[in-house]
Structure formats: structure tokens, C-alpha cells
């Protein structure tokens, strides 16, 4: 049995919310990982900020920043069948009825390795009701001179054959930050993305598909090209406006290898992210929380995927993780 002496319980009431901290330096960028979720606190370049950021004592909204594994976005009603066997896991989405981002969103991660310029964090999904498989979940943040790169590692330590699909979940900004804004003296979530809404940036969405969904849900329905939804087609930049998107897209084309979604603003200053074939899908959502001001359309979502949404049912880009094997999948936030 473990005991937690009052020397350690008094250490663990000066961790912040959001986990332990580590800052990572280089190249004009500043990162802000927590331990929680392993997730993108803040990430700023020559003090502007790329993503919107929250206070490290703030228990992270709308899963800003975090890691998503063993799969991100949603399984429909939490049911999926593998090798032959159904499972049903805890509806994390419960206004629509989902299984939402994983089950690392609040694991504490330790730390692998902690250098100025990188941090290697590690959690183990165990066996549990909806997924009874052991995987290893390590990421990987390092700063280089061509941005923040993420790299997720998979790793079934399990005797079983396991569902594995993993992806990143940070808010862009394009604009640049107010003047002396900071992120850890960050009130409300979205402050160093106050003076560009999303309304006023261009979008770059190298897609010919998107996956439709219900309205209510965002459920599954079919995967269509574009061309038929002019509304999220921005194969050519173009103002994002007052359209509202939180859809899955693929068809994705890539330059020397990779996709680049780019968002700017007005002023021609952005933030990119890009992707290898690693992620054949990329769910983009506007922030569209009306009920709530301080976040409602303050960053834009750009989350590339291993697999499509609800992909446990669909098979669409989920990876079957053998005993003893490993998947890696990485993405790079840049300045632009």
C-alpha cells in the first residue's frame, strides 16, 4: 500500500491546476508545458503569442493544448467492436453522447527527459472498462529553429493487439498579442487573442474532403469533396468570417511531403502548422462557445489526426498496435 507523508502532501498543494511546468527556449520561441495531458500551455515567438493560452493555476478549457490518445475526436456513443469484442467506454461527451479526445487528457505525465529546449513526458493508458489495453503514451515537445515539433509514441506493453490514434488539440492565433500581454498572467483564457478574433483571420485548408456530420452530434454522416460545400473550402485563403466549422477534413495535399494549414491576420503576420503523411486527417473547429464570451471564437482549432473521427467503428486510418510495437505521429507549429 502507499502512503502520502505530509511532507509530500504539502508539495503537491503548490502544484499548479494545470500540473507541473516546464519552459522550453530557442530560436526567438518560448513553450509552456504542462504535465497534465501533456499539454501546449502557451507557445509564443518573440513574445507573440501561436496559441491561445491559459494560466497554468487554470484547470485547461476545452482541452486546449492537450494530447490526444488513444484516439482523438469522438467515438459515436462510446461502442466500438475489436478483434471480434465489444466494448463501451465512459461518454466524456455527455451533451452528445460521445466518447471525447482519449484518456490522457488528465493523466499526469512524468517526465522522461527535461532539457532547455525539450521535454520527453510519459503516462500508461491501463486496461480499463471500454479499452483494456496497456499502451505507453510518450511525448515528445522540442524547439528548433523552424518552430515547436510535437511527436506522440504509441507503445502496446499489453499481450493483446491494441486500437491506437493519437493527435494534437491547440487553438491558433494569428494576430499578434497586445502590448506586455503575458501568458502566465493570463486572467481569462483567450486575452492574448482579444485583438484578432477569428472572424477577421484568412484560412488555408489544403483539403478536397470533408466529412459531414448531424448537427446536434457531430456525428459521422459521409465523406464528401468539397467542391460541394463551398463554405469550408479554403484551398485558397481566404477570410474565415462568421462561417462556423467543426468538421474533420482529408484529401490533403502535401509540398515536398507535408501540409501546412496557414491562418492569418490582416496584417499579413500568422501561424502555420504542418504535417507528414503520418496524419491523412485534420479536424478544424472555431471555437464556437456562445454561452461563454471569454473563449467563444478566440482561436482557431487545428488538430491533425492519425485516423478519421469515430475511426474505432470505421476503420479509416486506425492503427492496430501489435504486442510490443510502437506508432509515432508528429506535428510542428511555426510562425509564419
Not at 150 to 178: C, F, K
Not at 269 to 286: R, Y
Amino acid at each position: 500500500m502507499l502512503f502520502v507523508t505530509g511532507e509530500e502532501r504539502a508539495d503537491m498543494t503548490s502544484i499548479p491546476r494545470s500540473g507541473r511546468q516546464f519552459r522550453l527556449t530557442r530560436h526567438g520561441y518560448e513553450a509552456d508545458i504542462a504535465s497534465v495531458g501533456a499539454t501546449l500551455r502557451a507557445l509564443r515567438f518573440e513574445g507573440r503569442d501561436l496559441v491561445v493560452p491559459f494560466d497554468a493555476d487554470e484547470v485547461r478549457p476545452n482541452y486546449r493544448g492537450t494530447t490526444l490518445a488513444p484516439w482523438p475526436n469522438r467515438i459515436v456513443d462510446g461502442r466500438y467492436a475489436f478483434g471480434g469484442v465489444a466494448h463501451r467506454l465512459p461518454l466524456t461527451e455527455p451533451d452528445r453522447g460521445h466518447a471525447l479526445h482519449g484518456l490522457v487528457a488528465w493523466s499526469e505525465f512524468s517526465d522522461r527527459v527535461v532539457d532547455p529546449d525539450r521535454v520527453v513526458l510519459v503516462a500508461t493508458v491501463e486496461p480499463q472498462a471500454g479499452y483494456p489495453f496497456r499502451v505507453e503514451v510518450e511525448v515528445e515537445y522540442r524547439l528548433g529553429a523552424d518552430g515547436l515539433i510535437q511527436t506522440v509514441t504509441g507503445r502496446n506493453l499489453g499481450a493483446d493487439a491494441a486500437p491506437w490514434g493519437t493527435g494534437p488539440h491547440p487553438y491558433l492565433v494569428a494576430g499578434p498579442a497586445p502590448a506586455g500581454s503575458d501568458a502566465d498572467s493570463v486572467g481569462s483564457p483567450g486575452d492574448g487573442a482579444a485583438e484578432a478574433p477569428v472572424d477577421d483571420w484568412s484560412l488555408l485548408l489544403p483539403a478536397s474532403a470533408v466529412l459531414t456530420v448531424t448537427p446536434d452530434r457531430l456525428s459521422p454522416v459521409a465523406l464528401e469533396p468539397v467542391d460541394a460545400h463551398p463554405e469550408w473550402d479554403f484551398r485558397v485563403p481566404r477570410p474565415i468570417g462568421s462561417t462556423f466549422i467543426d468538421h474533420a477534413f482529408t484529401g490533403l495535399s502535401q509540398a515536398g511531403g507535408s501540409t501546412t494549414v496557414e491562418v492569418r491576420a490582416g496584417d499579413g503576420s500568422g501561424v502555420g502548422l504542418t504535417w507528414d503523411a503520418a496524419c491523412p486527417w485534420v479536424q478544424i473547429h472555431t471555437a464556437d462557445t456562445p454561452a461563454d464570451p471569454s473563449t467563444h471564437r478566440v482561436g482557431l482549432a487545428v488538430e491533425p489526426m492519425t485516423c478519421a473521427p469515430d475511426a474505432f467503428n470505421s476503420g479509416a486510418g486506425l492503427v492496430t498496435l501489435e504486442p510490443g510495437a510502437a506508432h509515432a505521429a508528429s506535428w510542428r507549429i511555426h510562425v509564419l
